[in-house]
């Protein structure tokens, strides 16, 4: 049994002792396959220097049946190298609650502002603007042309991880 493995069983019976239901790990058919191909990768690219690599990938069709196919990996050591308040303005713009709604209307198929309007979740024409404005500006969205929004096709499935990780 792989370390990983071992210290999430653990985990598990931990977290039972303390009464605390913990979500099983969602994977595809139950093993960690992406994680083991993203072992061999870095083993195969003789990254020996590393501590180790992040992938996050998807395959995604969404309401519109529109469909998205995306990864990106990252050694861990060049990520912690990095200046984290790069991201701040990215983050910060899916920390409202509206925008969020807001996010997944437009990938359920609504894209314009009134198309928005009519959710009453989401405030007014005004304050709609303002939120579409601020997703804009920090690359969650782009114009389509003639006052529509998209999500653009390299966002789609970073959103659904971030979404995915921050999910209680």
Same mark, same amino acid.
Request: hydrophobic share 45%.
């Given at each position: 049994?792989?370390?990983?493995? $071992?210290?999430?069983?653990?985990?598990?019976?931990?977290?039972? /002792?303390?009464?605390? #239901?913990?979500p099983?790990?969602?994977?595809?058919?139950?093993? !960690?396959?992406?994680?083991?191909?993203?072992?061999a $990768?870095i083993?195969?690219?003789?990254?020996a220097?590393?501590?180790g690599?992040?992938? !996050?990938t998807g395959?995604?069709? %969404?309401?519109?049946?529109e469909?998205? #196919?995306?990864?990106?990996?990252? !050694?861990?050591? $060049? /990520?912690?190298?990095?200046?984290?308040?790069?991201?701040?303005?990215?983050?910060?713009a899916?920390?409202?609650?509206?925008? %969020?709604?807001?996010l997944?209307?437009?990938?359920? *198929? &609504? $894209?314009?502002?009134?198309?928005?309007?009519?959710s009453a979740?989401? *405030?007014?024409t005004?304050?709609i603007?303002?939120h %579409?404005?601020? /997703?804009?500006g920090? *690359?969650? %969205?782009?114009?389509?042309?003639?006052? &529509?929004y998209?999500?653009p096709?390299?966002?789609v499935?970073?959103?659904?991880?971030?979404?995915?990780?921050?999910?209680?």
């Open positions: 049994m792989e370390l990983e493995e $071992r210290v999430a069983a653990l985990e598990e019976r931990v977290a039972a /002792l303390e009464g605390v #239901e913990r099983a790990p969602e994977t595809v058919d139950g093993t !960690f396959w992406a994680l083991e191909g993203l072992r $990768r083993e195969e690219a003789g990254a220097g590393e501590d690599a992040v992938l !996050f395959s995604v069709r %969404l309401p519109t049946d469909r998205y #196919e995306w990864q990106l990996g990252a !050694f861990t050591g $060049r /990520l912690l190298d990095e200046d984290w308040a790069l991201g701040a303005e990215s983050l910060a899916l920390g409202n609650p509206v925008r %969020l709604r807001l997944r209307e437009i990938l359920g *198929g &609504r $894209r314009t502002a009134a198309e928005l309007a009519e979740e989401t *405030g007014t005004g304050q603007y303002h %579409l404005r601020q /997703l804009t920090a *690359g969650w %969205l782009h114009t389509s042309g003639r006052g &529509r998209e999500v096709a390299a966002r499935v970073p959103l659904l991880v971030v979404l995915t990780a921050a999910r209680p």
